[in-house]
């Protein structure tokens, strides 16, 4: 038991605060977003809908650029030889499996909750699979800016290209209609998405050797409030599946009661 907990230990101590600190302001601004979404679609409050848009322009893509940053540091950090290597691979494998199985399950919640416009391939169903389609580009993270252009720009490509009646594969990929917000609250296709992430892994590539930063970062240990926010952002993906519920919940409340 103390092994595991010194384990456990050592592998927070070796994070980059940074990069929490960077995850949790980025939940922080998304709860505000889905809170002032919320404000407007329960009708309690009518929110610019420019505010929104423009959390939207920013908090969507620091998440897919950390998860692509956390990917290649945790490959680098462990040093692989070419047979432990697999082994890390089918563990990133899982772990995207496990993220887009959450998504899938709230696809089933949207349709039981919000039937009108349920998830059917949101962010985390994106991140999941892109996780498990980092593996190949991991490999050739030498060339992963190329990649990640590529994906991006086949993604402003695909967004011009508008289909009438989609199938599902048409909305992983990028294909869809005009009016796709009017039946889904939550839409992040690969193309461009997985592009964020490939662009993840060249910026960590470039900014982390290792252990070690390649810049200077002051310490802020002692700051409660980096604390805080590094927590929050250790914890992201937790807050996220209870945020809008939460929210939501609250909201129903407060009418029910006013």
Request: contains cysteine.
């Amino acid at each position: 038991m103390n092994i595991r907990w010194k384990k456990k230990k050592k592998l927070n101590s070796e994070r980059f605060v940074e990069i929490d600190i960077i995850r949790g302001l980025a939940i922080l601004l998304m709860v505000l977003g889905h809170f002032l979404w919320d404000l407007d679609y329960f009708n309690v409050l009518p929110i610019n809908r420019g505010v929104y848009s423009a959390l939207q322009a920013f908090v969507p893509q620091t998440f897919f650029l950390i998860v692509g940053i956390g990917v290649i540091i945790s490959y680098k950090r462990r040093k692989l030889t070419p047979k432990n290597e697999k082994k890390y691979f089918k563990y990133l494998i899982f772990r995207g499996l496990k993220v887009l199985g959450l998504g899938v399950l709230l696809t089933f919640l949207s349709l039981i909750f919000i039937p009108k416009t349920p998830i059917f391939f949101g962010v985390l169903h994106c991140i999941g699979l892109s996780i498990v389609m980092c593996v190949p580009f991991i490999m050739f993270k030498r060339y992963s800016f190329i990649f990640a252009v590529f994906f991006i720009l086949i993604g402003c490509l695909f967004s011009q290209m508008l289909v009438t009646n989609p199938t599902m594969l048409h909305l992983v990929v990028g294909l869809y209609p005009a009016n796709i917000w009017s039946f889904t609250v939550d839409y992040f296709p690969i193309f461009p998405w997985f592009g964020i992430v490939i662009l993840g892994i060249s910026i960590g590539d470039f900014l982390y050797c290792g252990n070690k930063r390649r810049f200077s970062f002051p310490d802020v240990g002692k700051c409660k409030p980096a604390k805080l926010i590094s927590w929050i952002g250790q914890h992201s993906l937790g807050i996220y599946l209870v945020h809008q519920p939460a929210i939501a919940g609250f909201m129903y409340l407060f009418l029910r009661t006013h």
